[in-house]
């Protein structure tokens, strides 16, 4: 199971941190990714982390935003910073045991993750 949290209503230029708890399984041993989905448009990828810790972002988020494991506690994170009014949506976390994260800004489809988390909303206002 995953679980989101830390999103939050921000304005323009603010930072969050997004946790997802994962319970069942080693998060440290699947592709674990970060995506996200504004009203009326389809989900995109955000950011993925592999199993041995190579990272892709998406090209909108480089430099600003920062995916990490915490392999003691069992959690995926997302460090967002520089946040912009596009960056509103609801996140989700996945995780799936097959798929690669091949680096740069090759962030992996998100149907080619099978676990998904229920989502946590970020609202960054102008």
């Known amino acids: 199971q995953l679980q989101e949290s830390g999103g939050d209503s921000v304005h323009s230029g603010g930072s969050l941190r997004l946790s997802c708890v994962v319970s069942g399984v080693a998060a440290s041993r699947y592709c674990m990714g970060w995506f996200r989905q504004a009203p009326g448009k389809e989900r995109e990828g955000v950011a993925a982390?592999?199993?041995?810790?190579?990272?892709s972002y998406a090209e909108s988020v480089q430099g600003r935003f920062t995916v990490s494991h915490d392999v003691a506690k069992n959690t995926l994170y997302l460090q967002m910073y520089s946040l912009k009014p596009e960056d509103t949506g609801m996140y989700y976390c996945?995780?799936?045991?097959?798929?690669?994260?091949?680096?740069?800004?090759?962030?992996?489809?998100?149907?080619?993750?099978?676990?998904w988390g229920q989502g946590t909303q970020v609202t960054v206002s102008s």
């Open positions: 996945a995780a799936d045991p097959w798929t690669t994260v091949m680096g740069g800004n090759l962030v992996p489809h998100h149907r080619l993750f099978e676990h």
């Open positions: 982390i592999s199993s041995d810790g190579t990272t």
